[in-house]
């Protein structure tokens, strides 16, 4: 039997299994768009193993952290570039940034 615990995206709560990664916790929070290409173009996990650097987000404050390869803790505070920037992903208000 595996734990939950609550991390937070983007400012909203979200439930995970104890030894999920951060860009697990992303997908689960339904948020699709990790980044901004140059030209604009969202991006998210390609290879899950921290080579192509498509997943990076900020983690508890500390800017492109490779989202694969960190494991969730209680609290952790992920924000999305794309949230950071307020571009929202998908157009969504709600992703608008990640403040307290
Ligand atoms: S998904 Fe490729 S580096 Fe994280």
Redesign the pocket.
């Known amino acids: 039997m595996s734990t939950s615990i609550e991390v937070f995206v983007n400012s909203a709560p979200v439930e995970v299994k104890a030894g999920s990664t951060a860009?697990v916790a992303i997908l689960v929070a339904g948020v699709d768009a990790f980044r901004l290409s140059p030209s604009g173009q969202p991006r998210?996990?390609?290879?899950?193993?921290?080579?192509?650097?498509?997943?990076?987000a900020t983690i508890d404050g500390v800017a492109n952290q490779?989202?694969?390869?960190r494991l969730c803790h209680p609290g952790m505070r992920i924000c999305t570039e794309v949230a950071a920037a307020g571009a929202g992903a998908r157009g969504d208000a709600r992703e608008s940034g990640c403040s307290e």
């Not at 996990?45 to 192509?52: A, D, N, R, T, V």
């Open positions: 860009a998210g996990p390609l290879c899950g193993m921290g080579i192509c650097a498509e997943c990076r490779y989202t694969c390869l």
